[in-house]
């Protein structure tokens, strides 16, 4: 039933604000120039800030080394940032000791879990389907990286470099939300025991620094499996990690699933719809929802997390690189390696923080207003 | 035929005495409206009869089926149907699947013969164009109607309303209550806690007065509002009839 049209018929016509929109120009001013003292304060700035644009420039790409072919080129005097360092050493770097020709693997992979990434990151892909996705990317990717059925086979011991981060963080992910998801719903259980042991578990693993949590993971795995049985140390690395995300996330499922409005229960029951079938189609679609710029944080910070599993002896995308710079030749080079992987990280983590902000605006205009 | 007897029911929420030896039958066919003060137990009293509110003491059946462990509470809801006071549509879904989700996934209906279903009831209410719409595309009265189609779509015997109106702004009442209103005249069995006593006067077979937990009259509307029994139901009805 819509309104009759002399309820919504304009009475008085509409007008324009009195000010009209400020120019490009005045804005520029009321933004820089708005007092002569902040005036200055921009001009000032504003010189400091070219000249030291200048003197990057000049170091990072004027006076810059590109090529290898002659590492005594970077030693010169006057010469600037020493890139030929990555052209050099990128493929160590990228893929730590994987065999050089089977580089294609590692990056095939790589591209694969990206592809995963990107396509869970879009709104009208999400489903329980997303399982599905990362049943078979994480299948593709392990066979692309252990090789059999035709491919050459290597061990989780040939992996390093950004494949191992990337993997590393996918199993992350997709092996610690589903653990979340259960912690979670397990907290909120009327199930004591059940309740008990999730409480136990989220508080052990947010209690504890990850480093230590992936030293337990290197010393208790082992004991509790038995002697003799050795567990691979990737395995363990992932064990430590997916505990450690799991926990924080199940946390913020746990909020999300506070945050609901309690009549979205209440509907759902009176249906006649039992837990499962409740929590599937109604409560956990919806909590998901709010909670995803916050889950998206917690997805960077295992990322960045993945740099800590040096410490049990895995070279990842950070590792590898530090253990590429050995060579005597470019020992001296090290910042200009740092400085491009740095980029590398940037870009993946600035990416995921863009796309949280974009997300949490989408998830906000989205979100249909509950009634009162 | 009885839809609902409650015998000696009592309920606390602590030490609060929300439900005081209530004992309330509903036959087939009739509309029961529950009003009273606020806090007097009405919205508890309609919430025990699907179960969202568990009873302490006394016995309660519904449908037919005598409400004791999940098993029982599980008959009761799919032939019980409730609407509420905000509406709790699945904000996350279109209307249409709002509708078709607790047929298929309780009912086991086919996607296509809920979809069938669905559509016949939307147009019904005068919705059939809203289907493809999420809840917060839709205005209260709209969301409001759509809420009671989807306790339509399970065929329900009994029909609990909890102030269906109150979070709608006046000019939106009256196109749920007209709906209601042709509900209970196709012989619907129907309990309403409502402040609308233009409703209830009109459409209910029965009104029920509550006060701190205790049902302290029921009677014919027409013996309730021009001749109420007892003091409270006095002041009450000065209160909101001003
Ligand atoms: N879950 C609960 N826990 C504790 N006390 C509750 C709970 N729900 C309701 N109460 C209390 O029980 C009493 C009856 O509440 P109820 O909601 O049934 O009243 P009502 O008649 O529906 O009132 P209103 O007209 O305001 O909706 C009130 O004092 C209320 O504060
Ligand atoms: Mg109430």
């Known amino acids: ?372 | 035929m009885t839809a609902i007897t409650m015998n000696q029911v009592n309920k606390w929420f602590g030490a609060l005495h929300v439900l005081r030896d209530i004992a309330l039958t509903v036959n087939q066919g009739e509309t029961v409206v529950v009003c009273g003060p606020s806090g007097s137990g009405k919205s508890t009293l309609i919430r025990t009869l699907n179960a969202l509110e568990p009873i302490d003491q006394g016995a309660l059946t519904v449908a037919g089926i005598r409400l004791d462990g999940a098993e029982a509470r599980r008959q009761v809801r799919r032939r019980v149907g409730m609407v509420f006071q905000s509406f709790n549509l699945f904000t996350h879904l279109r209307v249409i699947d709002n509708l078709t989700l607790a047929p298929e996934g309780v009912l086991g209906l086919s996607r296509h013969a809920a979809e069938a279903r669905a559509l016949a009831l939307l147009d019904r209410v005068g919705l059939a164009d809203q289907a493809r719409k999420f809840p917060g595309q839709l205005s209260g009265g709209q969301q409001q109607r759509v809420a009671i189609t989807r306790t339509l779509m399970m065929e329900p015997e009994v029909l609990l309303f909890d102030e269906p109106t109150s979070a709608l702004d006046p000019e939106m009442v009256h196109e749920v209550l007209h709906l209601m209103e042709a509900l209970s005249r196709e012989g619907r069995t129907m309990v309403c806690v409502t402040h609308e006593m233009g409703f209830a006067r009109n459409v209910a077979d029965r009104v029920v007065f509550m006060v701190s937990g205790s049902i302290v009259e029921q009677a014919p509307p027409d013996r309730f509002f021009d001749a109420p029994q007892s003091d409270a139901a006095r002041t009450f009805m000065a209160q909101v009839l001003h």
């Open chain 1, 1 to 372: 039933m819509t309104d009759p049209a002399h309820l919504t018929a304009p009475v008085v016509p509409a007008r324009r604000p009195p000010h009209g929109a400020p120019g490009p120009l005045a804005r520029l001013k009321a933004t820089y120039f708005p007092t002569p003292l902040q005036g200055l304060l921009t001009v000032v700035l504003g010189a400091l800030l070219v000249v030291l644009l200048a003197r990057l420039a000049d170091w990072a790409v004027v006076g810059a080394v590109w090529s290898p072919a002659d590492p005594a080129a970077c030693s010169a005097d006057g010469a600037g940032a020493c890139w030929a360092v990555v052209a050099e050493k990128h493929r160590v770097m990228f893929f730590g000791a994987f065999p050089y020709e089977e580089h294609w693997r590692a990056a095939l992979a790589c591209l694969l879990i990206i592809a995963a990434f990107v396509v869970s990151a879009l709104p009208r892909c999400w489903s329980p389907h997303l399982a599905w996705l990362w049943i078979a990317t994480l299948a593709l990717a392990l066979w692309l990286m252990l090789g059999g059925a035709g491919l050459a086979e290597l061990s989780t011991s040939d992996w390093g470099g950004l494949p191992l981060t990337l993997l590393l963080s996918a199993g992350t992910v997709s092996l610690g939300l589903p653990l979340a998801l259960v912690l979670a719903l397990g907290r909120n259980s009327t199930m004591p025991a059940v309740r008990l042991i999730c409480i136990g578990t989220i508080e052990l693993f947010r209690g504890l620094p990850l480093l230590a949590v992936l030293f337990m993971a290197s010393l208790i795995l082992p004991l509790f499996l038995g002697e003799g049985v050795t567990v691979d140390k990737f395995v363990r690395a992932l064990v430590g990690m997916v505990l450690f995300f799991g926990a924080y996330a199940a946390e913020i499922v746990r909020g999300g699933l506070q945050a609901l409005p309690k009549g979205q229960y209440e509907a759902a029951m009176s249906l006649g719809l039992p837990y499962w079938p409740m929590m599937i189609t109604v409560i956990l679609p919806q909590a998901l929802r709010i909670v995803v710029p916050a889950l998206v944080n917690d997805i960077i910070r295992a990322f960045k997390n993945t740099s800590f599993v040096a410490v049990i002896g895995l070279f990842d995308f950070l590792g590898a690189t530090k253990a590429s710079l050995q060579d005597p030749l470019w020992v001296r080079h090290t910042l200009e390696a740092y400085l491009f992987i740095m980029a590398v990280y940037f870009a993946f983590c600035w990416a995921m923080s863009r796309y949280a902000l974009w997300i949490e605006r989408r998830i906000d205009t989205d979100r249909p207003s509950h009634a009162p």
